[in-house]
């Protein structure tokens, strides 16, 4: 991926810190929980997670790593925009490619914190694969970004491997921000064989939402028999609301620190 830093140095000022865990952070997603009506205390998850990760899934997996944060409105949405909705970035006195930043983004990334990521698989990762489209009322695009970006990373481009295959029955299951065990399925299995025993997936996607949609793929990795599934997420979008008081200071302290790529939610150095 050619020379990531200098890519996203263009932009560095789109980027926003994700915060380390502590309380009124999400331990999953790193958003921010509900408090509880009796202590005021905020829950360990939030509400998007505790239904994401529920009963309708085989394992979910508890390892989502975003890389930055997002929101989808205001002026400081111009990375949602490249990362969700695919257009290109203003950068000094040219345009970007939304498949170059994010490329960049990971590639970057990943070099900076692959330790902390493999810490949390165990061990280094066997399988680089990606959340399928399933775009609900929309034509997917004839050939999804993510396997592109990850054919674009160096450090990931020769492990990676398009294992999942939406299933259509339960596109409006995810559409509706639930997960289910059944969304995805992973290529050539069949007769109960694991055709994934004993792999370490690192698992890509670009924008986190409610969680049902890397919920329910990394679900159909495990019961596939992996040993470990990692959900690096380009973008986690936040909505700091004026009534979720701990969104809204997880956005304010994102907001008001420059971002750092030798930072993430796990290692946290810069103590951001």
């Known amino acids: 991926m050619g020379d990531a830093k200098a890519v996203t140095d263009l932009v560095i000022s789109l980027y926003r810190n994700v915060p380390a865990m502590r309380s009124g952070v999400c331990r999953i997603c790193r958003t921010g929980p509900n408090n509880r009506r009796d202590t005021g205390e905020p829950f360990d998850i939030c509400s998007s997670c505790d239904r994401t990760m529920g009963e309708h899934l085989y394992r979910p ?88 970006i990850i054919g674009m990373v160096s450090a990931l481009k020769d492990r990676h491997k398009p294992l999942l295959v939406a299933n259509d029955k339960y596109a409006r299951v995810l559409a509706k921000r639930d997960s289910h065990r059944d969304s995805f399925q992973v290529m050539g299995a069949q007769n109960g064989e694991q055709v994934l025993r004993g792999e370490r997936v690192l698992l890509l996607d670009d924008l986190f939402v409610s969680g049902a949609h890397v919920q329910s793929a990394a679900s159909a990795l495990f019961e596939q028999g992996a040993e470990e599934v990692v959900a690096l997420v380009i973008l986690r979008l936040i909505v700091p609301s004026p009534w979720h008081d701990n969104r809204v200071d997880i956005w304010q302290e994102a907001s008001a620190q420059p971002f750092n790529f030798d930072r993430c939610c796990l290692c946290d150095p810069a103590g951001g």
């Open 61 to 148: 997996t508890k390892h989502v790593v975003p890389i930055s944060l997002a929101v989808r409105d205001g002026d400081d949405n111009e990375l949602y925009k490249v990362v969700a909705r695919k257009e290109a970035v203003r950068a000094s006195t040219s345009w970007l490619k939304p498949e170059n930043l994010m490329a960049a983004t990971v590639a970057r990334f990943y070099e900076a914190h692959e330790t902390c990521l493999t810490g949390l698989a165990r061990g280094p990762f066997t399988l680089v694969t990606s959340v399928p489209s399933t775009r609900l009322g929309r034509p997917i695009r004839a050939f999804h970004i993510l396997p592109q």
